[in-house]
């Protein structure tokens, strides 16, 4: 019997870990060169079955890194998260992002349309990459978006922020009646498909909060516009993102309001398609209506800053003071290890927390929740390497230097968080105008409306044999 790495493609006579990069050995067998499965329809990603090598490296990251189960391949329909973790693998490009960016040239041309992007943290931390500019390029990236022609560019973060007001004050309300513990975060759609899929008892235990992207599509469509005096049909809402699942997100029947999902590396594509010198483009800034967010929201790109976020709302809410600088820099839920774990004390809260990237991480952690074996009160989980930096939408780099990049961006997203005034999205003016003018309060009948969503259980993709 042979076994060999899919990373570096070594072989070896023994099971074990490959020498070089660590992987865990696959046995070499016909069915290790089996390709992910990727169907027509697939939102997220997309397919050139004349480039693949069958090196069977897209199949190990999606069953070792990500998550999905191969042993239950009696699926009626492939079984895919949407994540793109397999475009960044695949050494031949045969996996490619589903790109949406050429419908959107169409729209930008139409003078009736008013064209929204509003940009994820973990883009600018990355978009440099693909011109040769290091560092976070938010100026030149605004400024790109504007020369592309969008009228109005916007800062996903605000919508991170809203996130944080919702899903805060919905920890309290589980916490305060001790029901639907633990709650877990709900702004990775690549986690809450596997949930849906393989763990649909716990649904109820997801969050119900939109992402920040469904977020912000609502209250473009509804705040913003009423604002402005802008018909929402006339108004086109771009997301700008690291991630290929958000593609997926934007099909579901509560997140209609964002009308296009364009990648990190299809914006790259824009810009080049275009002719920019992006490397010595002009700086320009987001537009003022609900500019931007506060450091919380910053952080939401990397893994932790999600649960960073929420504490520093969570620690306000409960004991109505401002957080001291350890929860603005809370050690143990940052840094690039797949599972953190901390503790907390807010006045008579004690909290259980845990971090994971990575969904195959998760799965030993959901079985013991079934079975009552663990106690946690609240759970990040993102899917990609790092978190959203890491996203499948992000620019293609060198596979074995993949977890030095993203530490590099979430580096420069915890220095732009802590380089601003703003650090708590109760301190965001934008995000407080919001609310007295507009949502009323954190759950309320309008916040609930436009701010939450509902989950379903999907395990029938598994076909009747599954267990
Ligand atoms: Fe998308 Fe972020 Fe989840 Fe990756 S971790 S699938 S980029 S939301």
């Known amino acids: 019997m042979k076994y060999k790495c899919v990373v570096c493609e070594k072989e070896y006579e023994n099971s074990g870990r ?38 069977g490296r897209c199949k190990f ?44 040239s169409d729209y930008l041309n139409d003078t009736e349309k008013v064209m929204v992007a509003f940009t ?52 309290l309300e589980r916490l305060k009646k001790k029901e639907n513990l633990p709650q877990f975060t709900s702004c990775c759609p690549a986690w809450v498909r596997y949930l849906e899929i393989y763990h649909p008892n716990l649904i109820n235990n997801l969050s119900t909060c939109k992402s920040p992207i469904s977020m912000q599509g609502a209250i473009i469509k509804s705040y913003f516009s009423e604002m402005l005096e802008i018909p929402k049909e006339n108004i086109v809402a ?32 824009m810009i080049r398609e275009k002719e920019l010198d992006f490397a010595n483009l002009e700086e320009a800034e987001f537009d003022s209506i609900m500019r931007r967010g506060s450091g919380g929201g910053v952080i939401f790109g990397n893994s932790g800053g999600v649960m ?25 839920v940052r840094g690039y290890k797949n599972v953190k774990e901390a503790t907390i004390k807010i006045e008579d ?14 799965e030993d952690v959901l079985q013991k929740i079934e079975n009552n074996e663990v106690h946690y009160d609240f759970i990040e989980v993102m899917n990609c390497p790092g978190g959203c930096v890491g996203g499948g939408g992000q620019p293609l780099g060198v596979v074995s230097k993949q977890q030095e990049t993203a530490e590099k961006r979430i580096a420069l997203l915890y220095e732009e968080d802590s380089d601003l005034k703003i650090r708590s999205c109760y301190q965001n003016q934008d995000i407080i105008d919001l609310y007295k003018s507009y949502l009323g309060e954190p759950l309320s009948k309008k916040s609930l409306e436009l701010l939450h969503t509902k989950y379903v259980d999907r395990s029938d993709i598994l076909g009747e044999e599954a267990p």
């Open 120 to 171: 994820a943290p973990a883009v600018r931390v990355a978009l440099g990459e693909e011109f040769g500019v290091e560092g976070n390029v938010e100026g030149k990236m605004v400024k790109a978006l504007k020369e592309l022609g969008f009228d109005y560019v916007l800062d996903t973060t605000f919508g991170a922020d809203l996130t944080i007001m919702e899903e805060a004050s919905e920890l």
């Open 308 to 332: 960073e976020a929420c504490i520093r709302n969570l620690y306000h809410l409960i004991t109505g003071k401002d957080p001291d600088k350890n929860l603005l820099r809370f050690k143990e």
């Open 18 to 55: 490959c020498s070089i990069c660590g992987s865990v050995l696959e046995e070499v067998t016909e069915n290790l060169k089996t390709p992910v499965l990727v169907a027509k329809d697939n939102p997220g990603i997309r397919r050139i079955e004349e480039r693949c090598i069958k090196c």
């Open 238 to 269: 771009v997301a700008i993102t690291p991630c290929t699942s958000k593609k997926y997100e934007i099909t579901l029947p509560n997140n209609r309001d964002t009308d296009f999902v364009v990648t990190t590396s299809e914006l790259a594509m």
């Open 61 to 104: 990251i999606c069953q070792n890194q990500v998550g999905v189960k191969y042993d239950l391949l009696k699926a009626k329909e492939a079984v895919c998260l949407y994540c793109g973790q397999c475009v960044l693998n695949c050494p031949v490009a045969s996996l490619t992002v589903n790109y949406s960016y050429k419908k959107i």
């Open 349 to 362: 809260y004690e909290l259980n927390l845990l971090i994971i990237h990575g969904i195959v991480n998760i």
